[in-house]
């Protein structure tokens, strides 16, 4: 059985720990933060890191945000970081179309389920797109509706690629039109998969609760750009040219955020206690993902430089 | 191997048939027309089984109609019908919630995602319900609804059951409070799960496409009241107070009509070609349901007559 190892109190071995890393991946919600509660001492031990030449890279699966938008966010919670720093599920789709799916023109226009996150980050790599934030298609389906998507009429045939994020306004007409774009083979991708999105101390639906009827109506499975698939570590590779083995994932989801650090094959997985997984979990005898290291709290690492 | 028995052209068997059931149960869509298109020979085909004595119900997991707006597409495809005729989800819905599930006062309020049809058979129950067609829930989820939902201040308490069918109107909001009352504990129910409707000859988001979210969400399924499940059959038993072994299920789908006739132990099955599923599916070695009988066209049973 793997054994995760304990570094709160430990200096010796927090020192040994970071030693062994240049970069760190850092899941937000739970770990820096939760909800709009930041945790003490976050922002020094982000300081720590930095000052002893380590990167920081912000690894999010929220969709509805550019990389722009979430920095903003940090800097609301009192976070310094830089745009470059952020890695989000939004700009990650971007990436993973421009950079590795590389569909010929003309077909390969994406239809978007999704905000305006999603929106900035494909014009960023000048990716063409219908859907998304159009206000023409927030409205109720129509008769004419279902005549023009059943023949074709209404359809972009320059579609290729639909693309499934978390869609506050999503609606029947917009699944009919991305399923339709699905029947006549557009490749399905989605921003992440989580079913649900924590907030307000409770939970809404999730981007993979947007994409889930397509999947249900086509038996279909979207690729997935978000933790804990690898696409999304692979674009994370490809842009920070970074050394897996000199990489750790930082988070408090074992099923997300460590998962992802361990199929990715980083050097090490950080798990914090602060937020959603606790430590029975990953010490129970059937479980599945094991951090290679565990703290009560991010701030913890600190104990190093006492 | 189960062999299935060909009618078509066969007089004799064609009677044999005949005798053995009073009841006729019939899926309508690919059994006695297709889309507005109704079959020669159908209306000639339910007289002659009403002037044989035979009782005839028409089946449907349509949920968005109500018994009397089912009456009134039977009457314009030219199907002479009576209310009492028509077994539909929502109707089977209305029934199980009331004469099955019958949960205590006050907590028996129905959450509805859906159509008139389905407010309308609760209202013949008299069932209270909220949700479905209500003009204010048709919007944007706004930060109040967030904070409103979190905090159940948005809630209804009385609240017992969640239903979900086909709503063309379905959203975000909808969708998020549909969530909160089954995690406040709401049974979870569904008019029937059939992933697409099929339409103007193509497929839409079906009934099961709208549950879909909250099953994602919650990892609960729903009890549905539709083919196949056997609920809509026992509602249907109990209405018409039928003898099983004298009664047979036509339709054209092995994993909707046929299924439901077998698992329900009825007398027979009877598969008809003019509609999804092909007789290889059947006479395929790892067949999972073998209608006993199928004809080419139901208006194949004339043969008998002449």
């Given at each position: 059985m793997v054994q995760s190892k304990y570094l709160?109190?430990?200096?010796?071995?927090?020192?040994?720990?970071?030693?062994?890393?240049?970069?760190?991946?850092?899941d937000c919600d739970g770990v820096l933060w939760s909800g709009d509660r930041l945790f003490e001492g976050t922002v020094e031990t982000l300081e720590l890191l930095r000052s002893k030449g380590k990167r920081v890279v912000f690894v999010t699966n929220n969709s509805t945000k550019s990389r722009q938008d979430y920095q903003k966010k940090l800097t609301g919670m009192g976070i310094p970081s830089e745009v470059e720093e952020i890695f989000a599920s939004a700009y990650s789709s971007a990436i993973y179309i421009s950079r590795i799916l590389k569909l010929p023109e003309p077909r390969n226009k994406v239809f978007v389920?999704?905000?305006?996150?999603?929106?900035?980050?494909?014009?960023?790599?000048?990716?063409?797109?219908?859907?998304?934030?159009?206000?023409?298609?927030?409205?109720?389906?129509?008769?004419?509706?279902?005549?023009?998507?059943?023949?074709g009429s209404m359809l972009d045939s320059d579609v290729g690629i639909v693309l499934a994020g978390l869609d506050f306004h999503v609606n029947y007409l917009k699944l009919a039109m991305a399923y339709q774009y699905l029947r006549r083979g557009a490749v399905f991708l989605a921003t992440n998969l989580d079913s649900t999105l924590p907030m307000s101390h409770t939970f809404f639906p999730g981007a993979g609760s947007i994409s889930v009827p397509l999947v249900n109506m086509t038996g279909q499975k979207p690729t997935a750009l978000g933790k804990p698939s690898q696409a999304m570590m692979d674009a994370i590779e490809g842009k920070f040219r970074l050394d897996r083995?000199?990489?750790?994932?930082?988070?408090?989801?074992?099923?997300?955020?460590?998962?992802?650090?361990?199929?990715?094959?980083?050097?090490?997985?950080?798990?914090?206690?602060?937020?959603?997984?606790?430590?029975?979990?990953?010490?129970?005898?059937?479980?599945?993902?094991?951090?290679?290291?565990?703290?009560?709290?991010?701030?913890?690492?600190?104990?190093?430089?006492?």
């Open positions: 709160t109190g430990d200096s010796a071995a927090i020192n040994e720990f970071l030693d062994k890393f240049d970069v760190f991946l850092f389920l999704g905000e305006s996150g999603i929106e900035q980050e494909l014009r960023t790599e000048n990716i063409s797109f219908i859907g998304g934030t159009d206000p023409s298609l927030r409205r109720d389906i129509t008769p004419a509706d279902f005549a023009g998507l059943a023949d083995a000199r990489t750790c994932m930082v988070g408090d989801r074992l099923d997300t955020d460590i998962q992802f650090g361990i199929e990715g094959g980083l050097g090490g997985t950080l798990a914090v206690l602060t937020g959603v997984s606790k430590k029975e979990q990953w010490e129970a005898e059937d479980a599945a993902f094991v951090p290679a290291y565990y703290v009560d709290k991010l701030s913890d690492l600190r104990g190093a430089s006492s």
